[in-house]
T-cell receptor, first 113, second 112 residues
């Protein structure tokens, strides 16, 4: 069990650029979640997948955000036309196929200049 | 909807002091309750959990009991160490939702 991994760990970009983050879940976990954490706050839910199906999206996920999990394994989160307000830590978590404990990756810290 | 309220920090204690971080929740149904810890520069780690009323979760000397009558899940430790300095998040899962709802976090500083 290698845990949840996320890449890159840090990303600095200029406003208006597109960025993409990757998450690799624990191998036997078929649920994968994305959360966003801003400074001094708890993580907030963005979206989640069961296998390749995206089952729920938060109102926080604007049209500029898109997430995919094409083969039911790793997932990508893309932000188009980044804004300074997108600066945050983006966390990925995975769990077994029932409502159960979620295990988190180390996160990707995005800074938009 | 579901929500979690935890005491604001920062909390500063001396080493070997007794720790309590209060957490209360609002949820429909019967959620599972968690404490996650975030050390500086790291991701969230599960500290302990409880899945039903009166369950006690424990790990690394930390304990929390699921109290349905008071809708609480307070975190306690009898003797804290400098290495316990971190941000602690109370969270719930379930209660008709598949996503975790987190509190805002409590930053803990332990002085040697």
């Amino acid at each position: 069990d290698t845990g949840v991994s996320q890449n890159p760990r840090h990303k600095i970009t200029k406003r208006g650029q597109n960025v993409t983050f990757r998450c690799d879940p624990i191998s036997e976990h078929n649920r994968l979640y994305w959360y966003r954490q801003t400074l001094g706050q708890g993580p907030e839910f963005l979206t989640y997948f069961q296998n390749e199906a995206q089952l729920e999206k938060s109102r926080l996920l604007s049209d500029r955000f898109s997430a995919e999990r094409p083969k039911g394994s790793f997932s990508t989160l893309e932000i188009q036309r980044t804004e300074q307000g997108d600066s945050a830590m983006y966390l990925c978590a995975s769990s077994l196929p029932v409502v159960d404990t979620q295990y988190f990756g180390p996160g990707t810290r995005l800074t938009v200049l | 909807g579901n929500s979690v309220t935890q005491m604001e920090g920062p909390v500063t204690l001396s080493e070997e002091a007794f720790l309590t971080i209060n957490c209360t929740y609002t949820a429909t149904g019967y959620p599972s309750l968690f404490w996650y810890v975030q050390y500086p520069g790291e991701g969230l780690q599960l500290l302990l959990k409880a899945t039903k009323a009166d369950d006690k979760g424990s790990n690394k000397g930390f304990e929390a009991t699921y109290r349905k009558e008071t809708t609480s899940f307070h975190l306690e430790k009898g003797s804290v160490q400098v290495s316990d300095s971190a941000v602690y998040f109370c969270a719930l899962l379930g209660g008709m939702e598949d996503k975790i709802i987190f509190g805002k976090g409590t930053r803990l500083h332990i002085l040697p």
